[in-house]
């Protein structure tokens, strides 16, 4: 002892402690100051920016160099961060990009990130009040949707895992062996699920992580309003049935990504309960829906679901990332993930007394995303974020009627949210012309900085694609869209 402390007392017997803390922090408060000014104004005059715009070869170039060996002072980083990352964004937190379907961030949700990440709880558990604002954002997504109190759930990093979750919950549930020890080699009758052709793309993603494959996932057709044909499904199961397979679990869509459109939630639950089946809705276009005042009805139905996955990051405006799937037993939740090794158990009190958050999903580790959520909630109210959507919804209303009103614009489906497909469509040229002419106004849009739009295919035919979930977007925006696509459109065309 004597000797240890000896050894402290003189500086010269050892090594200085390193730690990433800096050396003054009064330097770090003042560039910390500046960075939240600079965050302000970019938000602040977004609209007067491109959308988008293609980056210069050298701050491509500038992205390729090997790790850094020795340090170089934060101001100087935070001005290569500014002068080449913050100055090339995606765009989405613009009034005007409509691109595939995103958020569009929002100030509050950015602060929270900071806090969150200054704080650095971990989520996979333990007695903190990070665990208690996750619960509880969990409990208001649940409450917003409308499943039961007991109900389960936890916050992912977004859809496609949201969803990954909620159909192992469904595969488990309804395999009848026990699948986590035996393995999907075990079933008797291979499992099936059932969905529209209009499911996203990660619910395929989903069934191949599960050890299903893809034949596992019945693709049913879909009627003029891309909503799933109830009496294809109907057939499809009892075919199946026939031959020998198990119809595990049907998915609703509440909101598809190409139109916007949403399945018969209720007619899907009575026939999932007919037929002894688990029913998932993936929600992550359309479950919030649920509080918005003009357009809730369209989810009805939702709230009988056995699963459920959802997107704040979505319209709820989180920034990215953050998902939430919800499933009605709990029990079955947690039995699909639970696993408690030696080294994470729980003790009546400290720090390891809370609940083992990542007994609900597959990361053990989680961020304190929730943080933002509850923040933007708690600012807000959930009737403003309902107002938000029905907004949206009005104003994919308004682009459908610009686009029926001016040809040679053509609307390619009636929009039930708030995606809006449509293509400039002059007469006289064929499908494979079209699709040229429409790629090349899109690609304009995006070079030139107006708007941000994607495209699809729907019926067979090439579009561009507007989805609206954005709380920026003014009806002018959408106006300017219109003028700018026809003028693109005719020069273009040549006509
Ligand atoms: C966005 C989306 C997903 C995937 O969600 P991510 O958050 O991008 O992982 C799944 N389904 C639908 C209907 C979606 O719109």
Redesign the pocket.
């Given at each position: 002892m004597a000797n240890l402390i000896a050894r402290k007392m003189d500086p010269s017997a050892m090594n200085p402690t390193e730690t990433l803390d800096p050396v003054d922090w009064s330097r770090v408060a003042e560039l910390a100051h500046r960075m939240m000014d600079d965050a302000v104004e970019h938000v602040r005059t977004v609209r007067d920016r491109p959308v988008w715009r293609p980056m210069p070869e050298e701050v491509e170039t500038a992205f390729h160099g090997a790790p850094p060996w020795s340090p170089m002072p934060l101001d100087e980083v935070y001005e290569i961060v500014r002068r080449t990352v913050l100055a090339y964004p995606m765009g989405n937190v613009h009034p005007r990009f409509w691109s595939w379907?995103m958020g569009a961030g929002n100030f509050t949700g950015a602060l929270a990130d900071f806090l969150a990440a200054v704080q650095g709880s971990n989520l996979g558990g333990g007695s903190h009040a990070a665990a208690l604002v996750d619960q509880q954002v969990v409990g208001w997504l649940r409450d917003m949707i409308g499943l039961p109190p007991t109900a389960s759930g936890t916050l992912v990093?977004?859809?496609?895992?949201?969803?990954l979750v909620g159909l192992t919950v469904a595969r488990n549930a309804m395999a009848g062996i026990d699948l986590r020890e035996e393995g999907v080699g075990a079933l008797e009758r291979p499992l099936r699920f059932y969905a529209s052709d209009q499911v996203?793309s990660?619910h395929r993603k989903a069934v191949e992580t599960l050890g299903l494959g893809n034949r596992a996932l019945r693709r049913i057709p879909t009627d003029a309003a891309f909503r799933i044909d109830l009496g294809a499904l109907r057939t499809a199961v009892h075919e199946d049935r026939e031959a020998g397979f198990q119809p595990a679990c049907i998915i609703g869509?509440a909101?598809?990504?190409n139109t916007g459109s949403v399945d018969d939630l209720n007619a899907l639950a009575d026939f999932a309960a007919e037929e002894g089946m688990w029913f998932h809705v993936?929600g992550?276009?359309g479950a919030l829906v649920s509080v918005a005042h003009d357009n809730a009805w369209r989810v009805k139905g939702i709230e009988r679901a056995d699963s459920v996955?959802l997107?704040p990051?979505?319209w709820l405006h989180a920034p990215f990332?953050v998902?939430c799937v919800l499933v009605r037993d709990r029990k079955a939740h947690r039995q699909a993930f639970a696993v408690s090794p030696e080294y994470l158990k729980g003790t009546a009190r400290g720090l390891a007394s809370g609940e083992w958050l990542h007994e609900y999903g597959l990361q053990t580790s989680r961020g304190f995303g929730a943080l933002k959520v509850w923040m933007a909630l708690m600012e807000h109210g959930t009737a403003k974020f309902g107002r938000l959507i029905d907004q949206n919804i009005a104003q994919a209303r308004h682009l459908a009627d610009l686009i029926r009103d001016n040809v040679p614009l053509e609307l390619m489906a009636e929009p039930e949210l708030n995606i809006v497909c449509f293509r400039y469509a002059p007469a006289g040229l064929t499908e494979q012309e079209l699709k040229a002419l429409d790629t090349e106004i899109m690609i304009r849009l995006q070079e030139t900085g107006v708007a941000a739009l994607s495209d699809t295919v729907i019926g067979g035919q090439h579009c561009l694609r507007a989805a609206i979930c954005n709380h920026r977007t003014r009806p002018e925006d959408l106006e300017l869209l219109v003028a700018e696509t026809l003028k693109l459109g005719s020069v273009l065309a040549g006509s």
């Open positions: 379907y990093n977004g859809g496609s895992v949201a969803n996203h990660c869509t909101g598809t990504v993936d992550c276009i996955a997107d990051h979505k990332e998902g």
